[in-house]
């Protein structure tokens, strides 16, 4: 496999999951049983909190992913050189 190939499908596949958070959606699955058996439902526990409120992942999670794309350019770049330098060679 070429390494131009290695690296397109390395891409493809860091793009596809880089999208996949917004593809997947959880259930909420208390929330239906409560509806079918009543609010009262013996033994489902309610899991509190606010439900309108979010978590959210911008900025460390940026930070993380912009250093994991600066070092894999640096270790590509890194590999080319030393196979450029290791081709003159006569082993």
Known sequence: MSQNLKITL???????ISFMPSLVHAQDIL????????SAAPGVPDPG???DVTV???????????????????KIKQFRNKKEEGS???K
Not at 56 to 74: E, H, N, Q
Request: net charge negative.
């Open 56 to 74: 959210p992942i911008d900025g460390g999670l940026s930070i993380l992913a912009a250093a994991g794309v600066a070092y894999s350019v640096k």
């Open 49 to 51: 909190g606010d439900p």
């Open 88 to 90: 003159g060679e006569v």
């Open 10 to 16: 390395m891409l493809s596949v860091l793009i596809v």
């Open 31 to 38: 929330d239906h049983i409560k509806s079918v058996l009543g």
